[in-house]
């Protein structure tokens, strides 16, 4: 079956940088791009941005460019994404998830606590 | 303040029919498809709705949406306990050159 396994939890420093991954198994990782959308402690979903597996053509969210680098590893199946110079409202649980034009499936998450 | 707007909470006793809606505007849902996610309470959301319309495999079909010029609703029939969750609509903005989310909806069975 298809999968989205996400790297551990973080704890950064305001001004760090984080990277978080995320292994995909079960399809054909080229056929699809895959998309990062966080959730703040108790809010919504915001989508930060889109990268190809295929050719590696990205599409960041206004909001996070300059910030972060979303990157498709077609060896490993796997793809990051580096958020950098961090603040404590970047406090939240990252997801990856596979985009077909709708997110599915979604990985676990990842929290990344901004904290000093 | 997101895109796409959804009231914060609605509720419905079991065995009922309880709709969310979703407002958007021409450059999202006005040209674009819309979908749906429940998100369980301490989990990761899940696919609910595509294309307007359409149910993955394994969504029971108590769950329908539909959409009308700018706006768009999630209706769940039936209700049960264990919908209990949040649902978010979202759909592509030509303006914003992104997806967007509508805030989200709380949705309590009583």
């Known amino acids: 079956q298809v999968q989205l396994v996400q790297s551990g939890a973080e704890v950064k420093k305001p001004g760090a940088s984080v990277k978080v991954s995320c292994k995909t198994s079960g399809y054909i990782f080229t056929n699809y791009g895959i998309s990062w959308v966080r959730q703040a402690p108790g809010q919504g979903l915001e989508w930060m941005g889109w990268?190809?597996?295929?050719?590696?053509?990205?599409n960041y969210a206004q909001k996070f460019q300059g910030r972060v680098t979303m990157t498709a590893d077609t060896s490993t199946s796997t793809a990051y994404m580096e958020l950098r110079s961090l603040r404590s409202d970047d406090t939240a649980v990252y997801y990856c998830v596979r985009d077909q034009g709708r997110f599915d499936p979604w990985g676990q998450g990842t929290l990344v606590t901004v904290s000093s | 303040q997101s895109v796409l707007t959804q009231p914060p909470s609605a509720s419905g006793a079991p065995g009922q029919r309880v709709t969310i809606s979703c407002f958007g505007s021409?450059?999202?849902?006005?040209?674009?498809?819309v979908n749906w996610y429940q998100q369980l309470p301490g989990t990761a959301p899940k696919l609910l709705i595509y294309s307007d319309n359409q149910r993955p495999s394994g969504v029971p079909d108590r769950f329908s949406g539909s959409k009308s010029g700018t706006s768009a609703s999630l209706a769940i029939s039936g209700l049960q306990s264990e919908d209990e969750a949040d649902y978010y609509c979202?759909?592509?903005?030509?303006?914003?050159?992104?997806?967007?989310f509508g805030g989200g909806t709380k949705l309590t069975v009583l």
């Open positions: 990268v190809s597996a295929y050719n590696d053509n990205r």
């Open positions: 021409s450059s999202n849902i006005g040209s674009n498809t």
């Open positions: 979202a759909t592509w903005d030509h303006s914003l050159n992104g997806w967007v």
